[in-house]
C-alpha cells in the first residue's frame, strides 16, 4: 500500500514557474513507475507524465511538453514536477500516482491557478 501527499500548488501568474512534489509512504514506490495527473474544473482527470521506476525515462502529454520536467528521488520517496512557462489552461489539481494509475492511491492533490 502506498499513500501519496501532493503539495506545492499556488496562484502564479502566466509565463511563471512551479515545482509540484509528490511524498510518498511505503517502501514498495521505488518499484513503481510515477505519473502526475491534472483535473481542470468541470472536466475528466488527464495524464500529464510519467517516470519510470530507475527515473531513466519519462513520457509527457504533447500539451506540456517541453515546459514542464518531471523526476524523483527514490532515497526520499519523492516524485517531483517543475513546471515552467505556465500558462492558464494549466490551471487544475494535480495529483501523482502510479502509472497506470491505482484507484486506491488517489490523494488530495494541489490546486494550481495560472492567471493570465
Known amino acids: 500500500q502506498v499513500q501519496l501527499v501532493e503539495s506545492g500548488g499556488g496562484l502564479v501568474q502566466a509565463g511563471g514557474s512551479l515545482r509540484l512534489s509528490c511524498a510518498a509512504s511505503?517502501?514498495?514506490?521505488?518499484?513503481?513507475?510515477m505519473g502526475w495527473f491534472r483535473q481542470a474544473p468541470g472536466k475528466e482527470r488527464k495524464f500529464v507524465a510519467y517516470i519510470t521506476s530507475s527515473g531513466i525515462s519519462t513520457y509527457y502529454a504533447d500539451s506540456v511538453k517541453d515546459r514542464f520536467t518531471i523526476s524523483r528521488d527514490n532515497a526520499k520517496n519523492t516524485v517531483y514536477l517543475q513546471m515552467n512557462s505556465l500558462k492558464p489552461e494549466d490551471t487544475a489539481v494535480y495529483y501523482c500516482?502510479?502509472?497506470?494509475?491505482?484507484?486506491?492511491?488517489w490523494g488530495q492533490g494541489t490546486q494550481v491557478t495560472v492567471s493570465a
Open positions: 511505503g517502501r514498495a514506490f521505488k518499484v513503481y513507475t
Open positions: 500516482n502510479t502509472y497506470p494509475p491505482t484507484a486506491d492511491y
